[in-house]
């Protein structure tokens, strides 16, 4: 007897060797057959679809779920459209805060502004406390002098402004949270997730400098699990600056590790380690995602995060000890430095199946698909950052180079396997829309980005399914709807394939069933 049978419905397997089906059966969280392989047989539980078009659960390869949690949490400064705003909500927030103590806000981004807040203007209005705008990109933050004087002498920063590294050492004065803090806001970002269709992910980075929030962040994620706030699959990135001097058996060829040997493949269905993060670059959105020539109107061409040389080491050490690299890679410079290191390891120790991933692979030069293609990386984009910020990307990168930003048809007609994520909190977390953008390469003006990019609605659907289980070497469980994977299941009100385009993204999820159960943040 099947636990549930979901009957009357378009299930869109992305199984070639059957795309379309009916009924699906589940037993025991994972899917027993489809059609005439269930339909007769008798079930605990049917559910009528009434319709509706099943895809499987999507994967969003690249988030942030305790950012993300937090910053649901946390006053924002989003909406402000002048410096003036800011330092008013700057001013209101302060005087609600105890003396000595932290003016906490979210939402910062210069562009709207026009300029970035100053330090000097942030003493003006907030008397005394500590102030801490976090930079929507992650990549940066604003503090005011109080902060700056307990930074180290020298510590780079412009009029307040902390970039990258430094922006990791003022974050470090406020850490680290809780593991409870952190499995409560890591629970709020998972359900924020089911809501639009996901099901499994991979949190792009925990314990480092830059995104992390404890030294012990994997046990929050285990604490989430245990107490039932982790309600969807999870696989854990790695910050590479958890890496360590070891001393392995010579014939293990292992210069650093994390302690007791734990590499990608670690863990159960539901939470285990995947990929070492290592950092090349910065953001486009803070202006210090590194390019090969300078941004359109500025005198600089952003930042490594340290020298080529370094960042290579890290790579390759990764690589010897057995990890899955995912290299955060978004200008073309970056991108070098990410394929230049990726094929340093290869040719060390030769791992045909590494799967090594390049994050983000923002501006990718004609020149360098085919290299991502001898190498056999993984592209893992963010097309809902150019829905978003489209406009500003185009424009900093110029006509030239606008048409390589977060490319589509590139890197499939080179075979090279197409990703979707969202790097959620930093925008949209939606797969529906970054599918419709995938599709009309559109902003959100209209504005058309490099359009000769655009793919199918079917490929698009892949880069969220089928793609995101290869990227996190899930492909035996999830990313298709086919007999002994996980029963885990997208439930859409309409069809992407049918639908106008431009109505992809507002498409209902009306369900989500992970471990074939039915979540309650998506309901028909």
């Not at 590194?290 to 390759?316: C, K």
């Not at 009306?510 to 943040?521: I, K, L, N, Q, S």
Request: charged share 20%; proline share 5%.
């Amino acid at each position: 007897m099947l636990c549930t049978r979901l009957t009357n419905a378009q299930f869109l397997t992305m199984d070639p060797d059957r795309p379309v089906a009916r009924d699906l059966g589940i037993w025991r969280g994972r899917i027993v057959g489809l059609d005439e392989e269930v339909t007769s047989l008798p079930a605990r539980r049917v559910v009528d679809l009434q319709g509706a078009t099943v895809l499987p659960g999507f994967i969003d390869s690249h988030v942030h779920l305790a950012w993300t949690g937090f910053k649901s949490g946390t006053p924002s400064i989003a909406a402000c459209d002048t410096v003036e705003e800011v330092l008013a909500v700057v001013a209101a927030s302060a005087a609600q805060v105890p003396e000595g103590g932290w003016v906490n806000l979210a939402g910062y981004d210069q562009r709207p502004l026009g300029r970035h807040v100053t330090a000097v203007e942030l003493d003006k209005v907030s008397a005394g406390r500590k102030v801490f705008l976090m930079h929507d990109s992650g990549h940066g933050c604003m503090v005011n002098t109080a902060v700056l004087e307990l930074l180290p002498a020298g510590l780079p920063h412009e009029e307040g402004f902390l970039a990258e590294a430094a922006m990791g050492v003022a974050r470090a004065l406020r850490l680290p949270h809780a593991q409870e803090d952190l499995a409560d806001a890591i629970g709020r970002a998972a359900r924020e997730c089911l809501a639009e269709g996901v099901t499994a992910c991979a949190e792009a980075g925990i314990a480092g400098a830059l995104f992390g929030h404890s030294p012990v962040e994997l046990g929050a994620y285990q604490l989430a699990r245990e107490t039932g706030r982790l309600p969807l699959r999870v696989q854990l990135m790695v910050a590479a600056d958890r890496l360590h001097p070891v001393v392995a058996h010579t014939s293990d060829g292992i210069p650093r590790a994390l302690d007791l040997g734990l590499r990608t493949g670690f863990g159960d269905a539901w939470l285990s380690v995947g990929a070492l993060k290592v950092y090349t670059d910065g953001g486009m959105m803070a202006r210090t995602a590194a390019l090969t020539s300078p941004y359109e109107g500025l005198d600089h061409a952003g930042q490594l995060q340290d020298d080529p040389d370094l960042l290579a080491r890290t790579v390759v050490d990764g690589h010897l000890a057995g990890w899955q690299l995912a290299v955060h890679a978004i200008g073309d410079r970056a991108v070098d430095v990410a394929l230049d290191a990726l094929e340093m390891a290869q040719r060390i120790r030769p791992r045909p199946d590494a799967r090594h991933r390049v994050e983000h692979a923002g501006l990718v030069r004609p020149d360098q698909l085919a290299r991502f293609a001898r190498l056999g990386v993984i592209a893992v984009v963010q097309p809902n950052f150019l829905r978003s910020f489209g406009d500003d990307y185009a424009a900093i990168m110029g006509p030239e180079r606008a048409p390589w930003l977060y490319r589509g048809r590139g890197f499939l007609e080179h075979g090279i396997t197409l990703v979707g994520s969202s790097d959620r909190p930093v925008t949209d977390g939606s797969p529906l829309r970054a599918v419709q953008f995938m599709v009309e390469r559109a902003s959100a003006s209209g504005r058309a980005i490099g359009p000769d990019e655009a793919i199918t609605v079917e490929e698009a659907l892949r880069a969220y399914t089928v793609g995101g289980a290869f990227a996190c070497h899930w492909e035996d469980s999830v990313g298709s709807l086919a007999p002994g994977k996980c029963a885990d299941l997208a439930v859409l009100a309409d069809d992407p394939r049918a639908v106008e385009t431009s109505r992809i993204g507002d498409i209902d999820v009306v369900a989500t069933f992970v471990g074939g159960r039915e979540t309650e943040e998506a309901r028909l």
